[in-house]
């Protein structure tokens, strides 16, 4: 019922920057907590960031924090990751869930995902 659809992952230098598009549809994304997550092949997904229902609250992975800023435009049910001095170590499929209730880090408490979309950074 609830779909969300990543866009704006590309191939950028290090140091430069990408923003992240997260439409979400199905239910009211008001009433959401969301968040950005990534994946390499053969390694599990580890967390980014995560934006409360009213985007008052923010909680950042240590190794994107104070470079990448989470928020959302609940009147366009839209969530955007703005990636910035973008790092080798970056390169993943970054994917947006959304889920009930309180923030969260934990990526099997989210049960809408979206595709995700590639972000390669080269060094």
């Known amino acids: 019922q609830v779909q969300l659809q990543e866009s704006g992952g590309g191939l950028v230098q290090a140091g430069g920057s990408l923003r992240l598009s997260c439409v979400v549809s199905?239910?009211?994304?008001?009433?959401?907590?969301a968040g950005w997550f990534r994946q390499t092949p053969g390694k599990e997904r580890e967390f980014v960031a995560t934006?409360?229902?009213?985007?008052?609250?923010?909680v950042y992975a240590d190794s994107v924090k104070g470079r990448f800023t989470i928020s959302r435009d609940n009147a366009r049910s839209t969530m955007y990751l703005q990636m910035n001095s973008l790092k080798p170590e970056d390169t993943a499929v970054y994917s947006c869930?959304?889920?009930?209730?309180?923030?969260?880090?934990?990526?099997?408490?989210?049960?809408?995902w979206g595709q995700g979309t590639q972000v390669t950074v080269s060094s």
């Open positions: 869930a959304a889920k009930i209730g309180r923030i969260s880090v934990i990526s099997a408490e989210y049960r809408s």
């Open positions: 199905g239910r009211t994304f008001s009433t959401d907590a």
């Open positions: 934006i409360s229902v009213t985007g008052a609250y923010t």
